[in-house]
Structure formats: structure tokens, C-alpha cells
């Protein structure tokens, strides 16, 4: 990434703004000593602002910068001395988004161990197997989640809430040094259709990733910065990143409830909001606070997000949103900013600086404007590859996203789902993802999924799975001719199944097999 624009990005988002030269100096040399990762992001915030706040709680307790680093060494001097955790083990935190899941990860990334971010809606099936094929060492949990771990195998140590203080109090404080290996970040894909997988993060090496994002979502050094996204997710761990990187206040609340979120948003003044989708939509469902609260930025990512649901969301809040397109493997594609969505509601956007984007075909052929085909992305922060050994196919330097889009005349992406979820229909290729987006605009509706089924005719067949507003009606026929008006025979479901509310994982991604599952019930 060329020099001037990493400079002239940094300037304008106050990164480069001047300070006092011995905390200047201290903030270079715990890059250069720790490199980008999460724990060399906290140790430079450290120096810089010590006494800034890093954190503030549900509760509204907080914690400085200066704060947040001791805890974190003297929680990974407790795990080296009490646990044994060395360099290269495995380190699982299964954790809501509190103070204590934000030490676990930076305690083990001190260590040069990999932390697991594992996903608090998993079974206790499903997490049994994945301590298994990740190879855990030790879990950290939240008491929450005492019953879902007792089976775990008996060489999975665990560390609850109270024993994890346990080690934070009982610890000298003291700076550790840098491990012999740098610890990774292993997030678990999304397993909407499956089991998860273990998916390596790289470490930055530099501020490219940062200036990435910063110049298209415009967050400031010292922002007060609402994290509502899950930080065991790609997205929500993202903004954790880009919030030490800039030193802003980052306010965390347990779970997600719409009306405390906003609450929160006006009492803490904050600057932005991190977010998926299903969570405007929450924010949508109760009164606007008076006054609003003082947002310049709601950035989302995760899941598609409707284009009803993006000016909807705007028309209440302004036109401060902002919407990643990415995944865990290739970290961003596009972002699509506030005048982007107004002018096409369904678009992803346009790369970011540093990231390029091709549209192929089955050949690896790119595809003209308009024509659909597979997504394909390279960038600074692709993913070093699934910790099973699976692979992912790359073409010229470019990571394949299983996508499916297409990009119009003026370079701005429009995805058209996930390429197992297109089906064939009587010849005919359906992509669910623009039916769900045209459905979930009828004002009835308050959320969609579709979804394709089998068909003895046809092959295949489109299933809608509608959950409606309170109080609201809507005949079945009638929404097969909405489709009918707006699109082809072929898009129209041929089932429209109510429901009280889809399955989603905690992400707010639809889970499919579940919908299947209902479905043939």
C-alpha cells in the first residue's frame, strides 16, 4: 500500500495527531517489539493514552487502557503458571462480550498461544468436537455455560469466570516478554450448513489493513465506539481491532437488547456502532430515543443486509450507514457507505483501497458487467487456511468467497448469495437471496428466509419462511403474486410457510438446516 495514502488516511483520522514524545516513543517501540497483533495493539494504546478509558461495561464499570493491559499479563502469567500454557498451545474462549473475553484473547496471544473464539451457540455436541478437532489446551468460559462443558474430554482445562479473577488477582505484575512464536487467532466459520471450521487469522503486518477500512468508514482516533457484534466473530473481533489501533472507548454489553443498545448509545455518547444486520432490525422494533442518540457511524457486516431494512434504518438514524461485504476467510471484499446504499439499496459496494475483486466463471474467465458469477478477493488479511487442512481455491493471488455477484457499469457489487444456495428449477437458475430480499420488503413482513427444496417436477422448488410483525396477516397466494409481478415464474415459492421467528445462530445468520429441518418435519 503506497506510503501517501497510508500518511494522508492516518491525518485525517487523527492517528497522527502529536503527543507527548516519551509516549509517542513508547507507543513505536511496542509495535516494533510486538508486532500488529492484538496484544501489540493494546501495549501501543497503552502507551500512548494509559490512562484513557479502554473499556466500559453493561454496568457501566471501567477500565483504562493502563488497566486493561496489567490484567490481561497478569491473567497470562496465571495461565503459563497455573495451566501450563505455553507457546503454540490452544486457548478456547467461549465468552459473551464482557471485559473477561477481551483479556483471555490478548492473555494468549502474551503467551504466543492461538485462541480459539468459539461460538457461545453451539451445542454441547457440537463444542465437545470442536475442542476436539481444535485441540484445546484450555477453555475459558462464562458460568453460563458450566452445563454445555462438563463433558468436555478431561484434558480440556477449564477456566471459569471466578477462577480466570483468580489468576488476574493472584498474579505479580510485572512486563512479560515477546514469545518465541506469535499466537494466532482461529475463528469458527459460521456453520450455518454444518459443522464449523477452524479458520486461521493472519496478523497484520503494518497499518495497510487499518487504513483499509478507516478510509472507507470514517471512525477517529479516540471514538467512543458501541461493539454489539459478537467479538467471537470475524466482524465483532475486526472492530475490536480497529478500536485498540485508534484508542477509542469501547463499550460492551453482555447480550444484545435493542432497547438497552440505544440506551447505552445516548448515555455513553457514542461515536459509532459495530453491528450485524438482525440487530437494525431489533433497534427498528422499539421507540427512537429522544434525543438520538450522537452516531456518525453504524458499520455492519455478517450477514446480507436487505435493502428495505438499509434505508429504513437510515430514514430513523440519518445516513451514517455503512456495510462491510466479507467473510472469515478473505476478511473484507467491499464496503458499501451511506450514498451507496441510497442509490442501490442491495449493494455490497466497492472494494477498499489495497483489495481487488473479479467476478469469474466456472474457466476463471472474469465475466462482463451484469453477468453473474463467482467472487473472487485478494487483499492483505486472506486467511493463512482451515486448521483441518481443508483448502479454499485461489486464482492468481485471488481467494475464492463461494459467492455468487455481479458487478453493474459502475463497479459496485451485488451479491447474489452463497454458490451451494443457487438452485436449478425446471432448467432455470433461482438465487433464494433476491427473492428473500423482494418478500422481506412487504411491510407484513418481518423477516424472511428462502430456501430451495426438493421438487419430483422440477428438480427443485423455492420454499419462502415468513415471520410477520404482530398483528399482522398475509395469505399465502398473496405473496406468490407479489414475486410473480416483480420477477420470473421460476422465483415465485411455490411454499410460503409462517413462522414465529427464524433460526438464526448467534450471529443473526439464518441457520438453513433448520429450515430444512422444519420443513420436513
Not at 470442536?130 to 475459558?140: G, K
Not at 467471537?232 to 475490536?240: E, K, V
Request: proline share 7%; net charge neutral.
Amino acid at each position: 500500500m503506497d506510503l501517501p495514502f497510508v500518511v494522508a488516511t492516518l491525518t485525517r483520522r487523527g492517528l497522527l495527531a502529536p503527543g507527548r514524545p516519551i509516549r509517542v516513543a513508547a507507543q513505536l517501540q511496542a509495535l516494533r517489539r510486538w508486532g500488529w497483533n492484538i496484544a501489540g495493539e493494546l501495549r501501543q494504546a497503552a502507551a500512548r493514552d494509559p490512562d484513557r478509558t479502554a473499556l466500559v461495561d453493561e454496568q457501566g464499570t471501567t477500565t483504562t487502557y493502563a488497566e486493561l493491559l496489567d490484567r490481561s499479563e497478569r491473567l497470562a502469567r496465571g495461565m503459563r503458571t497455573a495451566l501450563g500454557v505455553r507457546p503454540g498451545d490452544r486457548v478456547g474462549v467461549l465468552c459473551r462480550n464482557h471485559p473477561g473475553l477481551v483479556e483471555s484473547i490478548v492473555a494468549a496471544t502474551l503467551l504466543g498461544a492461538d485462541a480459539v473464539l468459539v461460538n457461545t451457540g453451539l451445542s454441547a455436541g457440537q463444542l465437545a468436537t470442536v475442542a476436539q478437532e481444535q485441540r484445546l489446551r484450555v477453555l475459558v468460559h462464562d458460568a453460563e455455560f458450566d452445563d454445555r462443558v462438563a463433558n468436555l474430554a478431561a484434558e480440556v482445562l477449564r477456566l471459569d469466570e471466578r477462577a480466570r479473577e483468580e489468576l488476574v488477582v493472584g498474579s505479580l505484575s510485572g512486563e512479560l516478554r515477546p514469545p518465541g512464536r506469535d499466537g494466532r487467532i482461529i475463528v469458527l466459520t459460521s456453520g450455518t450448513t454444518g459443522a464449523p471450521k477452524g479458520a486461521r487469522r493472519p496478523t497484520p503486518n503494518g497499518f495497510g489493513p487499518l487504513v483499509s477500512i478507516i478510509d472507507r468508514i470514517p471512525l477517529h482516533a479516540r471514538d467512543t465506539v458501541m461493539i454489539a457484534a459478537p467479538l467471537f466473530h470475524t466482524w465483532g473481533y475486526a472492530a475490536l481491532q480497529v478500536c485498540f489501533a485508534l484508542r477509542a472507548t469501547i463499550v460492551l454489553h453482555r447480550r444484545f437488547d435493542p432497547a438497552a443498545t440505544l440506551a447505552a448509545l445516548v448515555a455513553q455518547r457514542c461515536d459509532a456502532l459495530f453491528a450485524v444486520p438482525v440487530m437494525l432490525q431489533r433497534l427498528l422494533e422499539v421507540p427512537p430515543p429522544d434525543p438520538r442518540p450522537p452516531l456518525k457511524v453504524v458499520a455492519v457486516s455478517g450477514s446480507a443486509l436487505p435493502g428495505g431494512l438499509a434505508l429504513r434504518f437510515m430514514d430513523v438514524y440519518g445516513d451514517v450507514l455503512h456495510n462491510l461485504y466479507g467473510s472469515t476467510e478473505v476478511s473484507w471484499a467491499s464496503i458499501a457507505g451511506p450514498a451507496d446504499l441510497r442509490a442501490a439499496p442491495t449493494t455490497a459496494g466497492r472494494p477498499p483501497h489495497g483489495t481487488r475483486l473479479e467476478i469469474l466463471d466456472a474457466a476463471g474467465e472474469p465475466v462482463p458487467a451484469g453477468q453473474v458469477g463467482r467472487i473472487f478477493v485478494g487483499n492483505e488479511m486472506l486467511f493463512e487456511g482451515y486448521t483441518s487442512g481443508a483448502v479454499r481455491e485461489h486464482r492468481g493471488g485471488l481467494l475464492d468467497t463461494g459467492d455468487l455477484g455481479r458487478l453493474d457499469a459502475d463497479g459496485l457489487l451485488f451479491v447474489d448469495g452463497r454458490a451451494d444456495d443457487m438452485i436449478v428449477s425446471g432448467g432455470e437458475n433461482v438465487f433464494p437471496a433476491e427473492v428473500e430480499d423482494l418478500i422481506a420488503r412487504l411491510p407484513q413482513v418481518r423477516e424472511a428466509a428462502v430456501i430451495g427444496v426438493p421438487d419430483p417436477r422440477y428438480g427443485q422448488r423455492l420454499a419462502a419462511f415468513l415471520a410477520l410483525h404482530p398483528g399482522e396477516t398475509l395469505d399465502p397466494e398473496a405473496v406468490r403474486e407479489y414475486v410473480r409481478h416483480y420477477l420470473a415464474r421460476f422465483s415465485v415459492p411455490r411454499d410460503v410457510v409462517f413462522v414465529k421467528y427464524l433460526p438464526r445462530n448467534a450471529t443473526g445468520k439464518v441457520l438453513a438446516r433448520e429450515l430444512h429441518r422444519y420443513y420436513y418435519s
